[in-house]
């Protein structure tokens, strides 16, 4: 995913300042509550074709994160986190048959919910219930900003509202597991089979994900895999989605990182199989406050015998601990597309 460059290739140039996070806005009484956000400003061209230069509104958040500490080794936590999104945009078919989307002019975006959960944690982990990402949301070892083309990352889920989740790390093992169920809470069987539900959905099973991630850290190693299946796709008996992805990191080389994953999207709509494979490698390389990285991906659809790579580089310089700019080009060899380029700025506490 493309959050994975602040996940992987920032933090090692970020480390000479010493701002945390995230602000304690209180600490009393057994109650901690901060704050944290983010902004981030592009101005980009897609990689595509006929593509122009924009200005794009890429990140906007703030969120807050509560702890009630029950007793010495369990606490009751929450999160609740507001996005600020792009403006109304509409997607159409480029002239190269190609998907893209296109903001319309005279709107503010949207502020949209997208983290309310509550729940318990102690040294045995940690569990929430509620509007939260996914485990799919972190997968992905590209260390690119937005022009990883061909990268892992179409057709799986990556956010629901119904969510229970829980998560373990002791440094060495770490593992997590999620289960996701859709439902409007009626009872199916109640609707005949041309029958909608209150909110207009045709009568038919509740869509249900279930997600786990197993991860192994020995020396300069980290090593990991995420899987993925989803049930009744759009309340479809007959539509399924599995995911996976290996990935695996390198830092045993000093200022240096690398990067591998392998994973496939498969998607069965009964009569029809689509399996989609993945590759990636990534390197980075630190000097002082500046950082540079390439990356390669593959994507190669088997039923469209469509066999697509892709190429980028950018360089990342720390203005300060939580701010950075940052420039970065791409490419790919798909039919009748430029190459594409941004420039952003992104400032967050």
Same mark, same amino acid.
């Given at each position: 995913?493309?959050?994975? +460059?602040?996940?992987?290739?920032?933090?090692?140039?970020?480390?000479?300042? $010493? &701002? $945390?996070? $995230?602000? /304690?806005?209180?600490?009393?009484?057994?109650?901690?509550?901060? &704050?944290?956000?983010?902004?981030?400003?592009?101005?980009?061209?897609?990689?595509?074709?006929?593509?122009?230069?924009?200005?794009?509104?890429?990140?906007?958040? =703030?969120?807050?994160?509560?702890?009630?500490?029950?007793?010495?080794?369990?606490?009751? +936590?929450?999160?609740?986190?507001?996005?600020?999104?792009?403006?109304?945009?509409? !997607?159409? +078919?480029?002239?190269?048959?190609? #998907?893209?989307? @296109?903001?319309? !002019?005279?709107?503010? *975006?949207?502020?949209?919910? /997208?983290?309310?959960?509550?729940?318990?944690? *102690?040294?045995?982990?940690?569990?929430?219930?509620?509007?939260?990402?996914?485990?799919?949301?972190?997968?992905?070892?590209?260390?690119?900003? %937005?022009?990883? #083309?061909?990268?892992?990352?179409?057709?799986?889920?990556?956010?629901?509202?119904?969510?229970?989740?829980? =998560?373990?790390?002791?440094?060495?093992?770490?593992?997590?597991?999620?289960?996701?169920?859709?439902?409007? *809470?009626?009872?199916?069987?109640?609707?005949?089979?041309?029958?909608?539900?209150?909110?207009?959905?045709?009568?038919?099973?509740?869509?249900?994900?279930? #997600?786990? @991630?197993?991860?192994?850290?020995?020396?300069?190693?980290?090593?990991? =895999?995420?899987?993925?299946?989803?049930?009744?796709?759009?309340? !479809?008996d007959d539509k399924e989605i599995d995911a996976y992805?290996? %990935?695996?990191?390198?830092?045993? +080389?000093?200022?240096?990182?690398?990067?591998?994953?392998?994973?496939?999207? $498969?998607?069965?709509?009964?009569?029809?199989?689509?399996?989609?494979?993945?590759?990636?490698?990534?390197a980075d390389y630190t000097m002082g406050k500046t950082?540079?990285?390439?990356?390669?991906?593959?994507?190669?659809?088997?039923? /469209?015998?469509?066999?697509? /790579?892709?190429?980028?580089?950018?360089?990342?310089?720390?203005?300060?601990?939580?701010?950075? =700019?940052?420039?970065?080009v791409g490419d790919s060899d798909g039919d009748e #597309?430029?190459? *594409?380029?941004?420039?952003?700025?992104?400032?967050?506490?």
């Amino acid at each position: 995913m493309k959050k994975t +460059i602040l996940a992987m290739a920032v933090p090692a140039l970020l480390a000479a300042g $010493s &701002a $945390s996070a $995230s602000i /304690n806005l209180y600490d009393a009484n057994g109650v901690k509550v901060d &704050a944290s956000g983010s902004a981030e400003v592009q101005y980009m061209q897609e990689i595509g074709n006929n593509q122009d230069a924009k200005w794009r509104l890429d990140d906007g958040d =703030v969120q807050f994160d509560t702890e009630v500490a029950v007793s010495d080794s369990l606490s009751a +936590i929450a999160a609740v986190d507001f996005e600020f999104e792009s403006a109304d945009s509409v !997607t159409d +078919i480029d002239n190269g048959g190609k #998907e893209q989307t @296109r903001d319309i !002019t005279g709107s503010n *975006g949207n502020v949209e919910n /997208n983290v309310l959960y509550v729940g318990l944690k *102690g040294d045995w982990g940690q569990f929430t219930a509620g509007r939260q990402l996914l485990l799919m949301d972190d997968a992905g070892i590209t260390k690119d900003y %937005e022009l990883a #083309e061909n990268a892992f990352g179409d057709g799986y889920n990556t956010h629901a509202q119904q969510v229970g989740k829980y =998560v373990y790390d002791n440094g060495t093992f770490y593992g997590a597991a999620t289960y996701t169920d859709k439902s409007d *809470g009626f009872d199916d069987g109640s609707l005949g089979d041309n029958d909608v539900d209150d909110k207009g959905y045709l009568a038919g099973d509740d869509t249900r994900i279930y #997600e786990a @991630r197993l991860g192994y850290r020995v020396a300069d190693v980290d090593a990991r =895999v995420y899987y993925q299946k989803a049930d009744n796709v759009d309340r !479809t008996d007959d539509k399924e989605i599995d995911a996976y992805n290996f %990935e695996i990191e390198y830092a045993g +080389i000093e200022n240096v990182g690398l990067a591998a994953s392998v994973g496939r999207v $498969s998607t069965d709509n009964g009569s029809n199989d689509l399996d989609t494979d993945y590759m990636s490698i990534a390197a980075d390389y630190t000097m002082g406050k500046t950082t540079f990285a390439v990356g390669y991906d593959n994507k190669d659809v088997e039923d /469209n015998a469509s066999d697509v /790579n892709g190429y980028y580089a950018n360089v990342t310089y720390a203005l300060h601990s939580n701010a950075h =700019v940052y420039a970065e080009v791409g490419d790919s060899d798909g039919d009748e #597309e430029d190459f *594409g380029y941004v420039a952003g700025m992104e400032v967050k506490f």
